[in-house]
């Protein structure tokens, strides 16, 4: 158990090192600060990395609210590490991983779960594939809520006329909203099949009322919501500002679901 929290620890003071640094970077540009807030992300990605693994060796396939969040930062570092490497856009890392470093503390100091009956629900399988995808869908899309939270912000500072160093930080507005789109377009499909595995699941352990779980309920809603994102995207219908706010909004209602089952008021208590 010291070994563990030592673990955690370490963890937590990488990560607010690696944005300390990432921070230190965007005020003033230093080449230094940004290679060692990318070292120590990786550091923080790789101790995960290793973190799970050995979860999963011990306890597959156990996945309680703790391993949950972890995993949904794991994917945030993993995800903002590669956009990195493609793109180079110091600002979305800083952003996306200021996200995953909130939930990771709030994980390790607030709302850790280990009750056995949680334990004993999932194990299972089908319902850590199901986990597993439903917090990929998550962290893809947390990314695309980023990405069009930074698009209202540039295109309200080119409408105003702000030609600040924060402007010049961002990419171009276009450039965002594709990659808004894109991420939303990687979570739809994720979150799809979790939802379809979670029907599957439930069917075969006999659970009364599962289609007025508010939980199931709320799932179907976020799903709605990007598929009309992505429908009105593909058929050009929505543009800009109105694309933009409809990823906030839809994130909202990702984070409301998500609320909805940490309450105790959905048998959903792990995500």
């Known amino acids: 158990m010291f070994a563990e929290r030592w673990v955690y620890d370490l963890i937590i003071y990488l990560y607010a090192l690696g944005l300390l640094f990432a921070f230190a970077d965007l005020l003033h540009k230093n080449r230094r600060a940004n290679r060692l807030a990318l070292s120590l992300f990786i550091a923080v990605w790789m101790i995960q990395t290793v973190f799970i693994a050995f979860r999963l060796f011990e306890l597959f396939p156990l996945m309680t609210s703790f391993d949950s969040l972890f995993f949904y930062s794991w994917a945030i570092v993993a995800l903002t590490l590669l956009i990195n490497w ?20 709030i994980n390790f100091f607030v709302a850790r779960d280990t009750s056995r009956h949680l334990s004993r629900l999932l194990l299972s399988e089908l319902v850590f594939v199901h986990v597993t995808m439903a ?54 499909p994720l979150l799809l099949s979790a939802i ?17 779980d508010p939980k199931i309920i709320g799932s179907l809603i976020v799903l709605s919501l990007y598929a009309i994102q992505l429908y009105q995207r593909a058929k050009q219908r929505w543009h800009g500002r109105r694309l933009a706010w409809w990823s906030a909004v839809s994130f909202l209602a990702m984070l409301l679901n998500y609320w909805i089952s940490v309450t105790g008021i959905s048998f959903h208590r792990w995500m």
């Open 86 to 105: 493609l793109y180079h856009m110091d600002l979305v890392v800083f952003s996306a991983n200021l996200v995953g470093f909130a939930v990771l503390a």
């Open 135 to 188: 917090f990929l869908a998550y962290a893809a899309f947390s990314l695309s809520a980023v990405f069009a939270i930074l698009y209202l912000i540039g295109d309200h500072l080119l409408k105003q006329k702000k030609w600040n160093r924060l402007l010049r930080l961002l990419p171009s507005l276009e450039h965002l909203q594709r990659l808004s789109y894109g991420f939303s377009l990687i979570g739809m």
């Open 196 to 212: 379809i595995l979670g029907v599957i699941w439930a069917y075969q352990t006999n659970i009364n009322g599962f289609w007025y």
